[in-house]
C-alpha cells in the first residue's frame, strides 16, 4: 500500500500510487513502526524540494534512517517542482544547491534584500502556507492572465497550473485539461472565486524569473 506521503498542490498529505519527480521534507512527522503520519504536519519551517535520487545515499521511506536507529526527516513526494512551490516548499540547499541558490538571489532580489538568506525565505514562507495556515487569496480574471508561470490557482477541489497563458488542471498523475489560450480566455472559470494556491512569496520570485521544473505532461 502507498505511504500517505504523497503531497498535492495545497499542501495536503495523501496515500496514492504516484510518486512524481521530486522528494523533499518537513521534518520528522512519521512513526517508523508503522510508517504512518503523526497529527502533525510540519516540525520545522524549512519546507524543502529535493532530488529523489543524490549521490550513493539510500533511504528508507518513513523508515528509520538516523543514526541509533531513529526517524529521520519524513521523504514527501511531489509531481514536480511546480506542486512542491505550490505548497510552500523551496528547493534545498544540499542536493540543489544551484537551484536554491537561484531561488534565493531572486528572493533578495524582489524584497531588496543584499545578503539574502534561506531562513529568511523560509519564515515569509511559512506564513503564507495553506497547510501552515496561510489564506489563499482570491484572483480576478486580469489577475489570473497575468500570474508567472508556474504559479498554481484552484477552482474549488481542482488545481491548475499557470502555463504559457493556459490554466492545466493538475492530477497526481499529470496534467490535463487546458482552460484559456483562446479569445474567451478564462471564461470557463467566471462567476466562480479562484484561489491562488502559491504563496505570494513563490509568485514574486516566479516573477523574477526562477524556472520551476515541470512534469512531461505539461507539454502536451
Not at 491548475?160 to 493538475?170: P, S, T
Not at 483562446?182 to 516573477?207: E, K
Not at 523574477?208 to 505539461?218: D, F, I, N, R, T
Request: net charge positive; proline share 6%; with cysteine.
Amino acid at each position: 500500500m502507498p505511504l500517505q506521503n504523497r503531497v498535492d498542490p495545497f499542501g495536503a498529505l495523501h496515500a496514492v500510487p504516484e510518486r512524481g519527480l521530486f522528494m523533499g521534507n518537513r521534518g520528522i512527522i512519521h512513526d517508523p513502526e508503522t510508517k504512518t503520519l503523526l497529527k502533525k504536519r510540519w516540525a520545522l519551517q524549512a519546507w524543502i524540494i529535493c532530488v529523489c535520487q543524490f549521490r550513493d545515499v539510500r533511504r528508507e521511506p518513513m523508515g528509520r534512517n538516523r543514526n541509533g536507529d531513529k526517524a529521520g526527516w519524513t521523504e514527501l513526494f511531489f509531481l514536480d517542482e511546480v506542486t512542491a512551490l505550490s505548497a510552500g516548499h523551496r528547493p534545498c540547499f544540499f542536493c540543489r544547491r544551484e537551484r536554491a541558490s537561484d531561488f534565493v538571489q531572486r528572493f533578495g532580489v524582489v524584497f531588496g534584500i543584499a545578503e539574502p538568506r534561506a531562513p529568511q525565505v523560509d519564515k515569509r514562507l511559512h506564513k503564507e502556507r495553506l497547510a501552515s495556515g496561510g489564506r489563499a487569496p482570491v484572483v480576478s480574471s486580469e489577475e489570473l492572465a497575468g500570474l508567472p508561470d508556474g504559479a498554481m490557482v484552484a477552482d474549488g477541489g481542482d488545481a491548475y497550473a499557470m502555463r504559457g497563458g493556459k490554466a492545466l488542471r493538475w492530477s497526481f498523475a499529470g496534467y490535463g485539461d487546458r482552460v484559456g489560450g483562446d479569445p474567451v480566455g478564462f471564461g470557463d472559470f467566471a462567476d466562480r472565486p479562484i484561489r491562488l494556491l502559491t504563496p505570494a512569496t513563490t509568485v514574486s520570485v516566479l516573477r523574477q524569473g526562477y524556472e520551476p521544473v515541470w512534469h512531461a505532461s505539461a507539454e502536451a
